[in-house]
């Protein structure tokens, strides 16, 4: 089958293997999935950035919005001693897990709960530092998130935000606008050139935490790659599953996709029959300081 035939699909006809619904909950086999293959994979990518450019500090106390199943809870029990961390996310099955785990770090304070991360019910000003791994959030929900950090957060408290920046992915992007220039979509080009400056820069990133109130603001980028043997490996596998599909879903912001995830799917089998398909990944992480108030 070329590139070219899979635009003709009906959506029942999907080759790719279904990702989770982005705006669904992690169920209990996803929370799972999540924390024993996409987290070593592809979450680490943000994780490790982040730790590594956290305050360290005594008896500090830590919210993490987005938590899922805790990672990266291990790292923040080294960092940071004596901490007492507060997770949040909209999964029960995984607060479930993370609360698992938590039972099993007894040197470090750990309480999970299920909420929204753009709303918590938490108190304002009562943390040191705020985290958020790669959440799935269009322009207006970041602006949200960050701002309900900012709320959280003492004076002079450190927020820690990564997640994928522009230029991310760009392969399975190029492969997108191939296949609404040869079936001529014009509302799905569109759509992808949206997706496409969706994601931030480090300019219009640093710009979002300044305007709800962080100072002395850093963004900074790690380049990273995934490897894939096929196409049908990209979609089967657990990161583009629970993770990259997903996202990529809610940045187009379109109802049905099958027809192009098709495409590109074959596209890669195709381009990259030779050889390994390399995606590319801008990992960003944005620190700042919440304003004395």
């Known amino acids: ?17 279904p990702a989770l619904d982005a705006r669904a909950t992690l169920g209990p086999g996803e929370a799972a999935i999540l924390e024993t293959f996409v987290v070593p994979r592809y979450l680490s990518l943000f994780g490790e950035f982040a730790l590594d450019m956290i305050v360290e500090s005594d008896d500090a106390r830590v919210v993490h919005t987005h938590c899922r199943t805790g990672y990266p809870d291990r790292g923040l029990a080294r960092r940071l001693k004596g ?16 609360r698992a785990k938590a039972a099993a770090m007894p040197e470090i304070v750990m309480s999970y709960v299920v909420g929204s991360d753009l709303a918590t019910t938490l108190p304002s000003g009562a943390f040191s530092h705020a985290l958020t791994l790669h959440p799935s959030l269009r322009p207006d929900e970041r602006k949200l998130a960050l701002a309900e950090l900012a709320r959280l957060l003492a004076p002079y408290g450190q927020v820690l935000f990564a997640l994928p920046m522009r230029n991310s992915f760009p392969e ?8 609404a220039l040869k079936f001529d979509d014009v509302e799905f080009a569109h759509a992808v050139e949206r997706a496409t400056v969706s994601r931030p820069t480090v300019e219009t990133l640093g710009q979002e935490l300044e305007d709800v109130g962080f100072d002395f603001v850093d963004v900074e980028l790690r380049p990273a790659t995934l490897r894939f043997q096929s196409g049908r490996d990209f979609f089967e596998d657990s990161a583009s599953r629970i993770l990259l599909v997903p996202d990529l879903r809610v940045a187009l912001g379109l109802p049905d996709v099958s027809k192009p995830l098709n495409y590109v799917r074959d596209a890669i089998d195709k381009y990259w029959s030779d050889g390994t398909f390399e995606l590319s990944i801008q990992v960003g992480c944005a620190t700042g300081r919440r304003v004395a108030t």
């Open 1 to 17: 089958m070329t590139p070219e035939s899979s635009g003709t699909h009906a959506a029942s006809d999907l080759l790719v293997p």
């Open 83 to 98: 901490a007492h961390v507060i997770g949040v996310d909209a999964s029960p099955a995984a607060i479930e897990l993370a």
């Open 172 to 179: 399975i992007m190029d492969l997108l606008r191939e296949y």
